[in-house]
């Protein structure tokens, strides 16, 4: 590439290279390891680039019209446009201080201009800060059966995403602070932290939560993060993510996991399940993600008060009345029960795993 010659890094200055780079969508090693220059710095250098304009032109007038020198006109310009005013050195020639009444108009103005947008920025940014941290403790607290997910990588990222399609509360712990301002602008509730360290799982409501996810980069963090949990709660649900490396799932499960997924090992599956099984697993994707389409794969939790608890699914009606298909029902403590007969009874706490239109089987939800 290009871009990777011994010259060009030399030659060209880094804020030169990263804009070239990024505008060129260039993918190799030396280009990825350039800094992103973001909108706020860009900012930022349009901010600075008239003071450096001002200290180089300043002075520059002052030579060609005053004779000075370098430092005396780079003194009178400093004096100038902070409102100091002058003492011992001041502009002698007509064309000077007309220079200097146009330097005063212009510069006082912007370094007027400058030091309001820094006091404004301290100012505003602290108490921006300071009311969105109470918000965000605020809504901690009020958080029942949530979520906690620990770490928001790219697996981290799919699971928030997930659980806000479905209106699932969670809160994100994540120590990376340009990843928490993303997490802010995507509204998501975080903590800044160590998900391992107890005072902050406590803060993310692990007593009140219905369930933590381990995802962050390495299994030993993983595993501190399951004794943690386990620990405070003994009840949670537990899920964490395992690199796939021999005895690593095991190790997980000892320490309090309650399931253990590697992402490898069931991306391997599911490129060779589309291989043998193509069809079958389009059907899976359409019944899980198709809620576009109006189909939907979905678990329902029977409780004591449902009118079919206790009636076989051709009392319940659940066909005629809904147009729904029982694949499956899940017992507490027992083995599940695929494509259960009419006869089948429904049970206070069994879990059906139904599949049909999205609408019926919302209306579903709302008499259990």
Not at 106 to 119: D, N, R, W
Not at 236 to 256: D, H, Q, Y
Not at 325 to 339: H, S, T
């Amino acid at each position: 590439m290009w871009c990777e010659s011994e010259e060009w890094f030399i030659m060209k200055p880094i804020f030169i290279r990263s804009y070239l780079c990024r505008t060129f969508a260039c993918d190799c090693q030396s280009c990825l390891t350039l800094p992103r220059y973001t909108k706020k710095m860009r900012k930022y250098l349009l901010f600075i680039a008239p003071l450096l304009m001002f200290l180089v032109i300043g002075p520059a007038g002052y030579i060609f019209l005053e004779g000075t020198s370098f430092l005396d006109g780079l003194y009178l310009t400093i004096i100038t446009i902070s409102t100091v005013g002058y003492g011992d050195i001041a502009p002698t020639t007509s064309a000077g201080r007309l220079f200097t009444v146009l330097l005063i108009f212009s510069g006082v103005g912007y370094v007027m201009y400058m030091f309001t947008q820094i006091t404004e920025a301290m100012v505003e940014g602290g108490l921006q800060r300071f009311v969105e941290r109470r918000k965000m403790q605020k809504k901690m607290t009020r958080l029942q059966n949530h979520y906690i997910v620990c770490g928001f990588g790219r697996i981290g990222q799919e699971i928030c995403s997930i659980l806000r399609e479905n209106n699932r509360s969670f809160v994100v712990v994540e120590n990376d602070e340009e990843v928490l301002r993303e997490l802010d602008e995507l509204g998501y509730i975080a903590l800044q932290g160590d998900a391992s360290d107890d005072d902050i799982l406590l803060k993310a409501g692990i007593r009140n939560a219905q369930g933590l996810v381990a995802v962050v980069s390495t299994d030993a963090e993983n595993l501190y993060i399951t004794l943690t949990a386990r620990g405070i709660n003994p009840n949670l649900f537990i899920l964490t993510r395992s690199s796939g490396t021999p005895g690593v799932a095991k190790k997980l499960e000892r320490a309090g996991a309650t399931k253990v997924i590697s992402p490898y090992s069931i991306g391997a599956r599911r490129m060779a399940q589309l291989i043998v099984r193509p069809t079958v697993v389009d059907f899976l994707d359409l019944a899980m993600q198709a809620r576009e389409l109006g189909l939907c794969m979905e678990e329902l939790l029977i409780t004591e008060q449902a009118s079919f608890a206790g009636k076989s699914l051709l009392q319940s009606g659940l066909r005629r009345k809904y147009d729904i298909i029982v694949v499956a029902i899940k017992r507490p403590d027992l083995p599940m029960i695929f494509n259960p007969g009419p006869d089948t009874k429904i049970l206070p706490n069994d879990i059906l795993i139904v599949l049909g239109d999205n609408k019926q089987i919302s209306f579903l939800e709302k008499t259990l």
